[in-house]
């Protein structure tokens, strides 16, 4: 019987508040026969840590956390109230960086964040068919924008110029590519058994699947690596003959997304492409208050994954008992389903806490409530 370490790690604002909830939500699942797990709370990376020690995580912070299955994150970043004459100011990138370490550092090169519209979380699109949006947008995590790299040259000055390199490599796409396939022929074969609403999609030689990929680029601006994706796209997919594709250019796929969200499957997208498609993506889904996400290393088990909802800190109501800690739970029991590859136990308490957040959903929607009463209610739903 494998005994799980989680590292939970609440961060700042309501992220505190919404873990609070969730290791309630863990704990009462491992007492009733779910999986083992040992959750073990840290401190930091905070703002407080960083006002006590001058950095957000201690140096020894990776072979720390090293030391667990996965990590469980509530939200980063939160000064306090602007009302703090004590407020303690720290830039974006500072207090945010702990999140692209953590991904780096156990080179999670894939994130994942489902989008389904949950009965009783808020509908924006009118269009009734929105109701079936039943999608999986895939970001590479790894490279691409985010690699860091570029300056500043003459700051300041009117000759300023700013340089921020794009860094796409093929072992990075068609690792990624290969993923989706992977995770759309898991779909497919849900659809088949009738554990997920049935889809269809056209395959090229006329027949349908019940699963497709998407792959999004610029490539009509960005050539370089927008013809790398494509030729390496088109190279894995002919792997999947079962597996329907298509091609998005961002910007369309933008306006695609909110005209007609149901007509995507699994959505594959580069580093930055991915982040602000998967901003739009929980819209559709109900908000960002019912968006979870996690960041995992598909190839390697032994790096733990970081599991943590879209959401931000919202220090506006921080503090105050009136974050939902939806999205919270929803990304636990994407962690108890990650485990669930492993233990039985694990998947059936996915499965359970997604029930007991959906039944709270379809009586109260997503109207402000006390964190702790919704808590107490997926709890009651638990036992
Ligand atoms: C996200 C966030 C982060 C990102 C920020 C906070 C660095 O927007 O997880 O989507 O851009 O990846
Ligand atoms: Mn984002």
Known sequence: RKQWKIAVLPGDGIGPEVMAVTVRALRSLAEQGG????????????????????????????????????????????????????????????????????RKGFDQWACERPAMLLEGAPQYLAD????DLDMMVIRENSEGEYVGQGGR????????????????????????????????????AEREAGT?????????????????VCLITKRNALRYWGE????????????YPGIATHHELVDAACMKFVMSPWNFDVVVASNLQGDILTDLAAVLSGGMGVAPSC????????????????????????????????????????????????????????????????????VHGTIQRETTAIGDAVLAALS
């Open 128 to 131: 009734e068919r929105a109701r």
């Open 295 to 362: 960041n995992l290393n598909p190839a390697d088990r032994r790096q733990p994954p970081m599991f943590e909802p879209t959401h931000g800190s919202a220090p506006d109501i921080a503090g105050r008992n009136l974050a939902g800690p939806q999205a919270m739970l929803l990304t636990a029991a994407m962690m108890l389903a990650w485990m669930g590859e492993e233990d039985g136990r694990a998947a059936r308490a996915a499965q359970r806490l997604r029930d007991a957040v959906e039944a709270d959903l379809r």
């Open 153 to 188: 040259l003459a700051p300041g000055t009117p000759r300023e110029v700013a340089t921020q390199m794009e860094v796409f490599t093929r072992a990075g796409a068609e690792r990624i590519f290969r993923h989706a396939f992977e995770r759309a022929v898991a779909r497919a």
């Open 228 to 239: 790398m994706y494509t030729e390496v796209f088109e190279q894995v997919a002919s792997d």
């Open 35 to 102: 999986p083992s797990m040992e959750l073990t709370e840290f401190p930091w990376p905070s703002h407080q840590w960083h006002r006590e020690h001058g950095s957000t995580m201690p140096a020894d912070w990776k072979a720390t956390l090293a030391q667990y299955d996965a990590i469980l994150l509530g939200a980063l970043g939160d000064p306090g109230p602007t009302s703090d004459p004590d407020r303690y100011l720290l830039p974006d990138a500072v207090s945010l960086g702990p999140l692209l370490d953590i």
């Open 196 to 212: 997920r609403r049935n889809r269809e999609f056209p395959l090229a030689d006329g027949g349908v699947a019940r699963a497709q």
